[in-house]
């Protein structure tokens, strides 16, 4: 299993360019996330899914929206880069709720800059 | 789900026990406790959860009270490679979602 993996692994964006951020994992997990993590800051959720079709917003949802057509995928979509939008960007997946396995799996993250 | 509490820093030498506590006092019934690891440049990854009591499992222990407003992480016998990031942040189980707080940064000298 590749596990959970995102592309691209960098990325410089201009003000008010837009793009998409690239998730997908191969467990068959059912809950999926994304999360920014600012330098020297701890993690905050953009948006979670619990399942395909099913999308809600996490802590810090404006400028970014999220679709899941799919299991395995989850993109986030940047709409207007800002310069406030620059920082590390994390998706996760993640069992359901049935079993007691609440464990999270992260992908190697992408760096953004916006300019 | 509420934000978590953790000492910002700690130190350590090789070989010792370490224990790091997390306070979460607005703990909700369907919460459940995290810890996480994260290295420099990387995702995080996870050590360990639990709801009530102590859990245990090869790398860690949790410890966590009868009213589940704290828990402690404990890692035996810390090697330099165990330098990191520690976060606890509390999961909601019908979602996945997690909250982190700001973590506490482990420095183990030799």
């Known amino acids: 299993n590749a596990g959970v993996t995102q592309t691209p692994k960098f990325q410089v964006l201009k003000t008010g360019q837009s793009m998409t951020l690239q998730c997908a994992q191969d467990?068959?997990?059912?809950?999926m996330s994304w999360y920014r993590q600012d330098p020297g800051m701890g993690l905050r959720l953009i948006h979670y899914?619990?399942?395909?079709?099913?999308?809600d917003q996490g802590e810090v949802p404006n400028g970014y929206n999220v679709s899941r057509s799919t299991t395995e995928d989850f993109p986030l979509r940047l709409l207007s880069a800002a310069p406030s939008q620059t920082s590390v960007y994390f998706c996760?997946?993640?069992?359901?709720?049935?079993?007691?396995?609440?464990?999270?799996?992260f992908g190697p993250g992408t760096r953004l800059t916006v300019t | 789900l509420a934000k978590t509490t953790q000492p910002i820093s700690m130190d350590s030498y090789e070989g010792q026990e370490v224990n790091i506590t997390c306070s979460h006092n607005?703990?909700?019934?369907?919460?459940?406790i995290t810890w996480y690891q994260q290295f420099p440049s990387q995702g995080p990854r996870f050590i360990i959860q639990?709801?009530?009591t102590k859990v245990t499992n090869e790398v860690a222990s949790l410890f966590i009270p009868a009213d589940r407003k704290s828990s402690t992480l404990s890692l035996p016998r810390v090697s330099l490679s165990d330098t990191a990031v520690y976060y606890c942040?509390?999961?909601?189980?019908?979602?996945?979602?997690?909250?982190f707080g700001q973590g506490t940064t482990l420095q183990v000298k030799p």
């Open positions: 996760a997946s993640s069992y359901g709720g049935t079993g007691g396995r609440y464990e999270q799996y």
């Open positions: 467990m068959n997990h059912e809950y």
């Open positions: 899914s619990v399942g395909a079709g099913i999308t």
């Open positions: 607005n703990i909700a019934t369907n919460d459940y």
């Open positions: 639990g709801y009530k």
């Open positions: 942040p509390l999961g909601a189980g019908n979602t996945g979602k997690l909250i």
